[in-house]
Every structure is written in C-alpha cells, then in structure tokens.
C-alpha cells in the first residue's frame, strides 16, 4: 500500500530498497528555501542495520501490509518461545532474541498478537499492561521526596524495574509492556 512520506509514523513497517524496514524517529521540515520532507530513521528487520532517509513530501513509499494473528503464549525452551493459534491449534516458535526483554512478561496462556509478513512473523505486541509479582526491592529510606523517588525492584520473572517507595516485597503490581515501566499497585 502506497502512502505520502509525510504519513509516515513510528513503529510502521515500510518496505524500501528491496528489504523491510521499521521506522524509529520520524521528523517532518519544512524549510525556509526550497521542498518540505521528513527525516526518517529506520532499522532493518532481517539484517539489523540502521538508515537515515530524507523523504520528499511529494514523494510515496509502500507501506508493508502485515497479517496480524491472535495466539497464545504457551511454553519455551532453551532458544524459542512457543505460541498457540486458540482457533486452529496452529503451533509456532519464535525466536528469543526476536522478543528480547519482553519474554519475560510472558505467562502461560497470555493473548498475544503476532504480526506476520509473507508468512514470517515479524513483531509480537503484548498486551499493554500485565500483572507482576515483586520478588525482591529495597528498603525505602525516610525523608525522600515521593514525587521523584523511586526504587529498585526485582519481579518474579527475574525482570529490574524501577517501583515507588511504598512498594515491597510480594506486593503484585501492573506495568506497561512497551516501556517496562511501573503503573499501579493492585
């Protein structure tokens, strides 16, 4: 699917001198003198390199059309995680290193969606908020300022995150998927 380079955004995946691309930064300049364009920066899926690109606005790229599936999260072994379609019963692995950090937060059974692009997964979205254990953290020390101060904490899942002063150990807390970081306490 074809769009105007001024309707790129972050997180799209783009298809662009014969590989596929996802988009990191995007900035749209408009100049004093001449044609506006958008600086983009972008990571490769399949190699893992980075490029800056300078798109005329007047310019068109193809987006990449991605089939996204539901699947749940079932088990993993040493170098993959293993997901199950709930409709067909349709096993697959993915990778670890594809996930990264995230994998962590995968508990059995958790609704995941899975992106595929010509029949390859590419991208795996969990969903935004999950509930964790805290494992370990440290003491709050009296006098701090709430506002700004937070702690260190281990989750359950062997994950470091930062958690305020009035959490402690064994309290279950929410956090935000996409950036790791502490919501509430439940």
Known sequence: MKINASEIRVGMLLEYRDDLWQVLKTQNVKPGKGGAFAQVEMKSVNKNTKLNERFRSSESVEKASLEEI?????????????FINPKSFEQIQIKKDMIGQKGKLLTE??????????????????PSQVKCKIDTTDVALKGQTVSSSYKPA??????????????????????????LEYVKKV
């Open 70 to 82: 539901n699947f749940n999260y079932s088990f993993e072994d040493e170098s993959d995680f293993f």
């Open 154 to 179: 281990k989750l359950d899942n062997g994950l470091n995150i930062q958690v305020p002063p009035f959490v402690e150990a064994g309290d279950e807390i929410i956090i935000d998927t996409r950036n």
């Open 109 to 126: 059974n958790l609704n995941v969606t899975i992106s595929f692009y010509n029949d390859k997964p590419i991208t795996i979205d969990l």
